[in-house]
């Protein structure tokens, strides 16, 4: 048989497409190997995506120009999933394989290994086939000198190739900067308490089968303490497990948890690293090495493998879903993941999404409950304050101001939880009528009172804020609505002597200034939290014995049909930060709705009646998980525009099986001054929709668009506004 002589390429470019070249005879090459080859007048970095291919008839095609390592950057589990999750997101394979690789490698610099590596033997004997006689005679030099470096094998004739191949047959191991035991000497886990060991011993018993668990334990029930647990007992200690988290800035507790026990074998996956610290930990786990990872959304995409357990804390967080470009949900490309490495998946939430709640009902993923909270903590009550005809001081109501006065005089802490941050969400003449609006998006702009800011949340429009009324210059000008800043100028008002500590995006901009916030919390000291979502997020605040909610109605008539959904998981994540110590803690929820069945039931305290009642009700509304959903997006200078592309897509959408809404304006119909249609599409079905999205994403790479017009297809999209 010949040699192949063309291999299909993909580009970090977003086209739909592989480019074809010839492949010189010296090269070797394997798919998901990084290569350079020409493009017009430049030299791009490609990945190898099939070899072999028919060359497409009279096209002359250019050659590839080199190989940048002997092996695949992306080996086959991770580029396989890759393909998946380009096909199901209808995104561009050379975007969806260009995100596995960091930042240096995606512009064709080395993949610097460390010079020193040295190798020792993992068996006693290699087992490989009988005209592996490199590979072999690999085997028997570092056999016989352990602690080899890399260089000195590949001085007497053996390729970094052969060495790697060994290393992933398990046959050796890299042992100079192998990842050792804990840093601190081996801390006791606390006993399990008799609810953890039931959970405990529910969890999956196989580490090389696929298998799918929800753990849904209350807040502060102690799912961490379960999955250090599971880790520990389960893992090997060759092998790799993932960690995703939402966020790893918010909750350095948890960090710190994982490093006690496992030193440090946790590695970090984040936005905030650098390029250098990207490329070192994306080697080693390309290297094999038994790292426990812990990252948010994008390390599920890196390219581990000895990858034997997958565990996604707080599922339910929205954050999971990237909001663009390659719209991939990090929690459901880990359940996809797990089937393929043969794994378990442990998915765990106090406030599991319906998605994953529906999974377990119907039996695809194993139910753990987990709900007692650990150590002596008592779970919160909970109690609706109707404030609709209360006099409020700047949103706070009498009996909230007690209940803070009563927490602060036990030399306790409260947390006051205001979805907004800012001063007020609206400025508004009381003569006039006159809203400010941001002169790009269809919203209002936000009062920032500490720098005196108009500023919009949706673009980054910001003007200087006028005391008058810039339409009839009356002084009757003022903030309506509740905000951050408004609410901490209200409580050091009334609290002069306690401090106040506000955590929004704005107060916690500066690198470092979360952590200092969190370590003050963290002392205990008596004081009033003020925040956003920020909050809400899986702190463990022993001290916070009281939580006030200013607002909870912003979900409960949203178009949005996640809106109920996110509002209860907010609400009940939030309402988790009380009572976390050996003291018991309250939530007060000011509502204008005391009556609406969500509020009663979440004061029952009960997410799983909460979940099969809103399950019930997207049940009827078939609506997901009922059904697969995705959303094609357009945005235009003009809505007309918008609309027509979308009314041109809706007939080729059109077929049995397929429901269609839409084109409508979105929500917000011009951001940034673009104006946003969106076409919604929903179906039965999953494959006949990708077939349809398939087809459309075809159609439209080919049109003939006005050049400002741009589209997307959002499947499972997390907001349909
Ligand atoms: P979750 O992740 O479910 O919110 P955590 O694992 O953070 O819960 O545990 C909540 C708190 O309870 C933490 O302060 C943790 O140290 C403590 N905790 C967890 N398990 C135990 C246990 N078995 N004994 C004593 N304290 C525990
Ligand atoms: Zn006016
Ligand atoms: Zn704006």
Redesign the pocket.
């Known amino acids: 048989m010949t040699r192949p002589a063309i291999a299909r390429i993909a580009l970090n470019r977003p086209l739909r497409r592989l480019f074809d070249y010839l492949i010189p005879d010296s090269l070797e090459l394997a798919p998901g190997q990084r290569v350079t080859v020409p493009f017009g007048r430049q030299t791009l970095t490609g990945l190898v995506v099939e070899i072999g291919v028919e060359p497409p008839p009279g096209v002359n095609l250019k050659a590839i120009k080199g190989t940048l390592e002997a092996w695949p950057a992306l080996p086959d589990n991770t580029f396989n999933l890759l393909t998946w999750a380009s096909d199901y997101y209808q995104h561009p394979l050379g975007e969806c394989l260009f995100t596995a690789l960091p930042p240096a490698l995606r512009r064709g610099r080395p993949a610097q290994e460390k010079a020193d590596e040295s190798w020792h033997p993992a068996a006693t004997e290699a087992v490989l086939p009988a005209n592996a006689h490199r590979q072999v005679d690999l085997f028997n030099a570092i056999k016989e000198s352990p602690g080899i470096s890399s260089s000195a094998l590949v001085k007497s004739g053996f390729s970094r190739a052969q060495i790697r191949n060994l290393q992933q047959k398990d046959l050796i191991t890299e042992g100079a900067k192998a990842i050792t035991a804990p840093a601190t000497k081996d801390l006791p886990a606390?006993?399990?308490?008799a609810a953890?060991q039931a959970a405990s011993a529910q969890m999956p018993e196989h580490t090389h089968e696929f298998s799918a668990t929800l753990l849904y334990?209350i807040?502060?029930?102690?799912?961490?303490?379960l999955y250090l647990h599971y880790l520990k007992t389960h893992l090997n200690a060759n092998e790799q497990a993932l960690v995703l988290v939402p966020e790893i800035n918010l909750t350095p507790q948890t960090l710190a948890r994982f490093r006690r026990y496992f030193g440090n074998r946790i590695q970090v996956w984040h936005s905030a690293l650098n390029d250098g610290e990207r490329l070192s930990t994306w080697l080693k786990i390309r290297n094999g090495e038994p790292v426990i990872l812990i990252g948010t959304r994008s390390a599920v995409l890196l390219p581990f493998s000895h990858l034997r357990t997958i565990i996604v804390d707080e599922e339910h967080d929205s954050s999971y879903k990237q909001g663009e470009g390659f719209r991939y949900s990090g929690r459901d490309v880990a359940v996809y993941r797990a089937h393929l490495n043969r794994c378990p998946v442990i998915l765990g939430s106090?406030t599991p999404s319906l998605e994953s709640w529906h999974n377990a009902q119907q039996g695809k993923y194993q139910l753990i409950r987990l709900e007692e909270r650990?150590?002596n903590?008592k779970p919160p009550q909970l109690e609706l304050l109707d404030i609709r005809s209360r006099p409020l001081e700047a949103g706070l109501s009498r009996p909230t101001l007690n209940s803070i006065k009563e927490t602060l005089a036990r030399g306790e802490q409260a947390l006051v939880f205001v979805n907004r941050r800012g001063f007020a969400p609206v400025m508004m003449c009381f003569d006039c009528g006159h809203l400010e609006e941001c002169p790009r998006c269809d919203t209002r702009l936000t009062y920032h009172r500490r720098d005196h800011a108009m500023r919009c949340h949706h673009c980054d429009f910001q003007m200087a804020a006028s005391h008058t009324c810039p339409k009839c210059q009356s002084e009757n000008y003022k903030p309506v609505g509740q905000g951050t800043e408004r609410t901490e100028d209200t409580l050091a008002e009334q609290f002069p002597d306690t401090p106040i500590v506000r955590v929004d995006r704005d107060s916690t901009q500066r690198k470092g200034s979360i952590q200092a916030i969190l370590k003050r919390v963290n002392t205990g000291e008596s004081c009033i939290l003020v925040g956003t979502q920020m909050l809400a997020k899986?702190h463990?605040f022993?001290n916070v014995t009281l939580v006030c909610v200013v607002n909870a109605d912003g979900g409960l008539f949203s178009v949005d049909f996640r809106a109920p959904e996110q509002m209860i998981q907010t609400l009940l994540q939030v309402s988790?930060r009380a009572g976390?110590g050996d003291k018991p803690g309250k939530v007060l929820i000011q509502t204008c709705h005391s009556d609406h069945p969500l509020l009663t039931n979440l004061c029952r305290g009960n997410y799983a009646a909460i979940a099969d009642q809103l399950l019930a009700e997207r049940e009827t509304g078939t609506l997901p998980p009922y059904r697969a959903m995705a959303i094609v997006r357009a945005e235009a200078d003009t809505m007309q525009n918008s609309l027509q592309l979308l009314d041109t897509l809706k007939p080729m959408a059109q077929s049995p099986g397929i429901e269609i809404w839409g084109p409508l304006p979105a929500v917000i119909a011009r951001k940034a001054d673009r104006h946003r249609a969106q076409l919604i599409l929903c179906s039965d079905s999953r494959g006949h929709l990708n077939r349809v999205l398939t087809q459309l994403c075809q159609y439209l790479d080919q049109a003939r668009l006005p050049s400002s017009t741009r589209w997307v297809v959002d499947v499972d999209p997390q907001e349909t506004g």
């Open positions: 606390p006993t399990l308490s953890q334990g807040t502060g029930s102690g799912k961490t303490e106090a650990a150590g903590a899986g463990d022993p988790g976390r």
